[in-house]
């Protein structure tokens, strides 16, 4: 069974930083483009990041380019994004995901691309 378990969010003030980590057991995580999306109170969940298998290529939503990075550790089977420069509309529910497809050398920004998502985790910026 596939599980991806996310953790890093909390509470930040406007300007500050986090770092999410996302772990997966289940799956070898160096075989699956990953990404990061996220979902605030009332929107639909949105592509924020994403990194190719082997972590030589990356994608972010024009929102966050520049101040987010999403990086991998496929000995930990591991991904991360490091988050600066927040802001209050950063604030939503932080979800990865795992492309369906392995092997595949996309990096999609589409949610129904992904087939494992974890529990997400909060992060809140205050103004």
């Known amino acids: 069974q596939v599980q991806l378990v996310e953790s890093g969010g909390g509470l930040v003030q406007a300007g500050g930083s986090l770092r999410l980590s996302c772990v997966a057991s289940?799956?070898?995580?160096?075989?699956?483009?990953m990404a990061w999306f996220r979902q605030a109170p009332g929107k639909e969940r949105e592509f924020v990041a994403g990194?190719?298998?082997?972590?030589?290529?990356?994608n972010y939503a024009d929102s966050v380019k520049g101040r987010f990075t999403i990086s991998r550790d496929n000995a930990k089977n591991m991904v991360y994004l490091q988050m600066n420069s927040l802001k209050p509309e950063d604030t939503a529910v932080y979800y990865c995901?795992?492309?369906?497809?392995?092997?595949?050398?996309?990096?999609?920004?589409?949610?129904?691309?992904?087939?494992?998502w974890g529990q997400g985790t909060q992060v809140t910026v205050s103004s």
């Open positions: 289940g799956r070898m995580l160096s075989s699956y483009a």
């Open positions: 990194i190719s298998r082997s972590g030589g290529n990356t």
């Open positions: 995901a795992s492309d369906r497809r392995a092997s595949s050398t996309r990096i999609s920004t589409f949610r129904s691309d992904y087939d494992y």
